[in-house]
């Protein structure tokens, strides 16, 4: 879905397609707001399924699209940085609301913050120029190719299409035509997302098994970690990455997450998961910084599809990760484990970062020339 909502927002304006999903995760929030039986718990998940199917990235890309439109190349990172810090800082005002706020409560705020959202952005959101006017003047995808590898994507007949609807062909000539740097980040993406995902559910239940870790001590942990996040892309990456690039961010990040689940695979005291989490000052500048690499290597009629493609190869890891270290940490955990060593599942993670690593170093960032 992320890639096809992208690729609209690149023909019909970025808040045409913005207005969409933030509309929708409105519904999910009202239904408990009303009535919290089970029925109604029932209808919830479905309609959370569903919408987050739209939601729950479509907000992101289309997002991160807006911001490539109005920053420039030198002050993007800055920028995407910050759209991070914004989002991670809700997340901690939002922890903290829990604590005082009853049940019924939750839901009846999580309702009017998402309303005030979708009317703050009708009123002072100002839509991105529309690209459908000018796209038989310039191409569509980046990077010109062979000829023979280009020539079906490049067809008069493919650009109506393109500009009635988006289709699979469109999102496959895109993903043929683009760049070595767009590649070796996708693969970072993947690597990232599946290190992320084994440090929820698997590594939540590694230190629920290990140390007794009950819902308190997550959330304490959770909150350490994005008070840290936001602090660091809200104040850190706009300071560091007109400096020293997003490529060197990007592999510090990497190589910080490394160390975070490298340190908590042996940690044997209860305090360390703790103090590991001070680490996301490093490993949350690795998801800014990669959506910055990606919006420099794309022209401007195709940072929605670029952002879209990013953010469903991410979530494809992030439905992989459970199934592979799930399994592997009830192993180390249990009687039958192979070789004491409790903690493996959780280095099995952070292997995947460091493997991350090797693509990153790779990444050069070149600007997107388009071709008139």
Not at 110 to 130: G, H, K, N, R
Not at 224 to 232: D, F, G, L, V, Y
Request: charged share 15%; with cysteine.
């Amino acid at each position: 879905m992320m890639p096809i909502i992208g690729n609209l927002s690149d023909v019909c304006g970025r808040k045409a397609l913005l207005t969409v999903p933030v509309t929708l995760s409105i519904i999910p929030p009202v239904i408990l707001a009303y009535k919290r039986t089970k029925k109604f718990y029932c209808v919830y998940y479905v309609l959370r399924t569903l919408t987050g199917m739209i939601c729950d990235g479509g907000i992101q890309c289309v997002a991160l699209a807006y911001v490539a439109d109005h920053m420039s190349r030198t002050n993007r990172a800055s920028a995407i940085g910050i759209l991070a810090g914004v989002g991670s800082a809700a997340f901690v005002c939002g922890t903290f609301a829990d604590h005082f706020l009853s049940t019924s409560q939750i839901f009846l705020v999580a309702t009017i913050a998402s309303t005030v959202a979708a009317i703050y952005m009708q009123i002072f959101l100002e839509d991105t120029t529309c690209f459908k006017d000018s796209i038989e003047q310039q191409p569509i995808l980046i990077d010109e190719m062979e000829e023979d590898t280009a020539s079906d994507c490049e067809t008069r007949k493919d650009i109506k299409m393109f500009k009635k609807v988006p289709s699979l062909k469109d999102i496959i000539c895109f993903l043929k035509k683009s760049t070595v740097a767009f590649s070796l980040a996708a693969s970072v993406a993947f690597l990232n997302s599946l290190a992320e995902g084994g440090e929820q559910a698997p590594f939540q239940y590694f230190l629920k098994a290990r140390f007794h870790f009950k819902k308190d001590n997550f959330a304490d942990v959770m909150l350490i970690a994005n008070i840290c996040s936001a602090t660091s892309q809200l104040l850190l990456m706009p300071l560091l990455a007109p400096f020293i690039g997003e490529e060197v961010l990007l592999c510090l990040g990497l190589t910080a997450g490394f160390t975070n689940l490298l340190i908590d695979s042996v940690a044997r005291k209860i305090w360390i998961p703790y103090t590991a989490a001070l680490l996301p000052i490093f490993t949350s500048l690795v998801k800014p910084s990669l959506q910055s690499i990606v919006s420099k290597q794309i022209g401007p009629r195709e940072q929605g599809i670029a952002q879209g493609c990013i953010s469903s190869i991410s979530s494809i890891a992030n439905i992989l990760s459970p199934f592979i270290y799930t399994p592997l940490t009830a192993l180390f955990l249990s009687e039958k484990a192979p070789f004491p060593y409790p903690g493996f599942s959780i280095m099995c993670v952070a292997l995947a970062w460091l493997i991350a690593v090797i693509p990153s170093v790779m990444i050069k960032v070149i600007p997107h020339v388009s071709r008139r």
